[in-house]
């Protein structure tokens, strides 16, 4: 058990919906990442915030945001949802030591849009 | 170019060793890492190395970096059936202050009983 938590596990849902991923990082990690995982393009770094801040973006599309909360917790929301979406997304938070960011990823919700 | 690429599938016979390679293409990473990934599951961190070695070993796992060529590899000594999982090379660059990650394409490795 990593220590993040992502809700929920599954998720089915229809082309042209709305859905809010939640994500709560380890106690005392204040960077969140987003990642989406699919069969033919690996891992995908979506977003990544910082104590509340947007940090850096990687190839999220438009019709995808996300946001970190005051409690650190984050959420990405997915709208416009298209068949191609299907996927597992994951959250991740990170801490440093000793100059090694390690990033512990959760277990992930697997989205499928039908 | 930031792009780490992997080959897709590895696979081994129990209790031999098994090389899964990397390459990438940012030579000012500062560390790289591998993480493991068992089915159903997000990633778990392995191991890492600075790109100021040339080799780590942890347990079974053999790290090398080659710097002049770009190029990660991770060995896994006596491999084991729960070693079966999907593996993730990922370059770090500092960058403005923030650390920014890239990961592979993911390396597939089944080992046959």
Partial sequence: ?114 | GEDVEQSLFLSVREGDSSVINCTYTDSSSTYLYWYKQEPGAGLQLLTYIFSNMDMKQDQRLTVLLNKKDKHLSLRIADTQTGDSAIYFCAETITSGGYQKVTFGTGTKLQVIP
């Fill in chain 1, 1 to 114: 058990d990593s220590g993040v938590t992502q809700t929920p596990k599954h998720l089915i849902t229809a082309t042209g919906q709305r859905v809010t991923l939640r994500c709560s990082p380890r106690s005392g990690d204040l960077s969140v990442y987003w990642y989406q995982q699919s069969l033919d393009q690996g891992l995908q770094f979506l977003i990544q915030y910082y104590n509340g801040e947007e940090r850096a973006k990687g190839n999220i599309l438009e019709r995808f945001s996300a946001q970190q909360f005051p409690d650190l917790h984050s959420e990405l929301n997915l709208s416009s949802l298209e068949l191609g979406d299907s996927a597992l997304y994951f959250c991740a938070s990170s801490v440093e030591r000793l100059g090694v960011e390690t990033q512990y990823f959760g277990p992930g919700t697997r989205l499928l849009v039908l």
